[in-house]
């Protein structure tokens, strides 16, 4: 192939690898900082017409020269689509700030007048809430104006939902028990099911015939798909998750984290001051 003149090839190069790549790239920019792009675009117009076959040469070699532009492309995208998610659930949040906080069918752990919230989504036989659970009582043992929403949220199978039902009934029935038999499910060293959810109910001195009963009536399952009803609307797939102020916090990440973004809601109204 002929030798090309970059000084030509190169505006209609980079306008044509524009299409969505470019405009994400250059709109997630400060808008001072943005290049004028109608300007290379009329320089680009103004070059002899190149074929198809030379524009895609170009185009490659280009690339191949320069990867590290689709990285800043990639990841111009990436963070633009996460400030977007961030928007969504900011504002989800907003909309559902009752049902989320102050909803009276959940349980709470620590301080249920607390300054302060956490609502946590969570799931029995997850292996990363269970290592989290140190995590949420460290926290409520060092800030007394603590209050822990719990979210139950039976994603990880048949047993799960088993378990949480018996939890919800258990709750229901001897709420001052609750938090022993949650952290003793969350805390058990097997698999949470009927069976072993049962049995810490009846452990802590609850009536297995009762728990049974109170399981069969409808609202145990309506509150579980109330619950999977928010979280879809907040973007939450997995747990554990959590909501502190206007953000919604995916993963184990850690008591400094979340106490971090606590102590930032307490100050100024936002996990980030």
Not at 12 to 25: E, K, M, N, R
Not at 172 to 196: C, I, M, T, V
Not at 220 to 232: C, F, K, P, S, V
Request: aromatic share 6%; net charge negative; with cysteine.
């Amino acid at each position: 192939m002929p030798s090309l003149d970059w000084k030509l090839i190169a505006p209609v190069a980079v306008v044509a690898i524009g299409g969505l790549a470019f405009a994400t790239y250059f709109t997630a920019q400060p808008a001072a900082e943005q290049p004028q792009v109608e300007a290379v675009v009329e320089v680009a117009e103004a070059q002899p017409a190149l074929d198809k076959a030379q524009i895609n040469a170009a185009i490659r070699e280009y690339l191949l020269e320069n990867p590290e532009v689709m990285i800043e492309v990639q990841d111009a995208l990436q963070e633009k689509q996460l400030a977007a998610q961030r928007e969504d659930q900011a504002k989800a949040i907003e909309d559902q700030k009752t049902a989320i906080f102050d909803s009276m069918a959940d349980p709470v752990l620590g301080n249920a007048d607390g300054s302060a919230t956490v609502v946590e989504f969570f799931d029995y036989n997850c292996g990363f809430c269970k290592r989290a659970m140190a995590d949420m009582v460290s926290m409520m043992e060092s800030d007394s104006e603590l209050k822990f929403v719990l979210k139950e949220f039976p994603i990880l199978g048949p047993d799960s939902e088993a378990a949480h039902h018996v939890a919800l009934a258990f709750h229901d029935l001897y709420p001052e028990q609750y938090p022993q038999f949650h952290l003793r499910l969350l805390g058990f060293d097997g698999r949470a099911s009927d069976e072993s959810a049962m049995r810490i109910a009846t452990e802590l001195g609850g009536d297995e015939a009762e728990i049974r009963t109170r399981m069969e009536d409808p609202s145990i399952g309506e509150r579980i798909r109330a619950t999977y009803a928010l979280a879809n609307e907040l973007g939450i797939t997995g747990t554990p998750a959590y909501v502190v102020g206007d953000e919604v916090v995916s993963g184990a990440l850690g008591e400094s984290v979340l106490a971090t973004k606590v102590a930032n809601v307490r100050e100024c109204g936002s996990t980030v001051c």
